[in-house]
């Protein structure tokens, strides 16, 4: 099979199509034939090795999982013999985690962490849910515990997160303000934010107004300045952040060590995020999608050779929510 394969850490140009074997299902896993994967930020981190701690686990010399990509859609081709529910040919949706693997034409993955694929979204919609939807399901509802009549704050709006928290904090009750650059403004407001503030022109964190739970998805303010915009016992949830363009994401890892260090000494509740697939989540997702209430907005669409021409875009040059390859 046809898949994008990296051997080190580097730029998009360490990242070649290659033919490789097809996987094997394991006793209780599924074999899916990949129909769409999508981009998240977290490629680009696994593609760089950075921040370079992170190699601990992704793999010192040289990145562990050969297979780039996280999130898919496609159909089941095959099934382990200990699996219970899935079958061949059923549409599904899923996350394969720190093992990787999606930008390929085949992936196999362990049937609990892969969900019916929600009956009204295409393939392409799909896969540009679980990783970024996990996120924003765990940040909001998980989390920031949001309740209906929460004031709700989303720094980061117009990203692969950010436009799913928009539409999962309205779903949840919330009143949404929802932070970005002018062009997005539009497509913010038409996702069902309240209030939108313009970056480029307003700093969110000199107003007036405070805000039940705040949702960090860029990493460029500092604590103080997050605190400010927080009622006196709002939940500030961090989610990392960090946009390459040549420099690196040590500044909102800082921010993370500096929000853990602070978090028992004040009113406020800081949550340092992090995200794993699950089955849970992906099938609470599901019900959001086919209810109405979440639809992936996809920027742009990329062949799987496109995978490199597809990071180099979705790390330098401001993508707007999801980018999507199908296979
Ligand atoms: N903790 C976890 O487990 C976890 C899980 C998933 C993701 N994450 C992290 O969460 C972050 C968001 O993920 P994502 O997939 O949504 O990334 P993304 O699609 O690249 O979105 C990044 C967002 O940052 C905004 N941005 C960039 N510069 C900004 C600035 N100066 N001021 C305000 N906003 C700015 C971008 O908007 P403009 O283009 O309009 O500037 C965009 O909305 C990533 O850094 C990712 O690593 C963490």
């Known amino acids: 099979m046809k898949a994008i394969v990296q051997d080190r850490y580097g730029s998009p140009e360490t990242l070649t199509l290659a033919e490789v074997d097809k996987p094997v299902p394991a006793a209780d896993e599924v074999l899916v034939r990949v129909e769409a994967a999508a981009l998240n930020a977290y490629d680009w981190h696994a593609m760089r090795g950075d921040p370079r701690m992170a190699r601990l686990a992704m793999g010192r010399s040289g990145p562990k999982a050969r297979i780039r990509g996280r999130d898919f859609a496609g159909r089941v081709e095959a099934v382990g013999p200990h699996v ?40 392409q919609q799909a896969a540009a849910l679980p990783l970024a939807g996990i996120t924003a399901l765990m940040g909001l509802r998980d989390a920031g515990q949001v309740e209906p009549g929460h004031r709700v704050l989303i720094n980061g709006a117009s990203g692969g997160v950010g436009t799913l928290a928009v539409q999962l904090a309205k779903a949840l009750g919330a009143t949404v303000t929802a932070v970005c650059r002018t062009r997005n403004v539009d497509l913010i407001r038409s996702l ?23 949702f960090d998805l860029v990493g460029n303010r500092s604590l103080t300045a997050l605190r400010r915009a927080l009622t006196p016992t709002g939940t500030l949830v961090l989610s990392g952040g960090g946009v390459y363009r040549g420099g690196s994401v040590i500044g909102p890892v800082w921010l993370l060590m500096r929000g853990r260090m602070l978090a028992p000494f004040i009113r406020h509740r800081i949550v340092i995020l992090a995200t794993a697939p699950s089955r849970q989540h992906l099938d609470a997702l599901r019900a959001y999608a086919e209810a109405g209430r979440l639809t992936p907005v996809i920027d742009r669409t990329y062949p799987l050779h496109g995978v490199p021409q597809a990071i180099r875009y979705l790390e330098g040059e401001h993508a707007r929510a999801k980018v999507v390859i199908t296979t």
């Open 192 to 214: 069902g934010a309240d209030r939108v503030v313009d970056y480029t022109r307003d700093d969110f964190t000199r107003d007036a107004r405070r805000h039940d739970v705040l």
């Open 84 to 123: 219970r529910e899935m079958r061949p040919g059923d549409a599904v949706f899923g996350d394969l985690g720190d093992a990787n693997g999606a930008f390929a034409e085949y992936v196999c993955v362990p049937e609990a962490l892969v969900a019916p694929k929600p009956a009204n979204l295409t393939p």
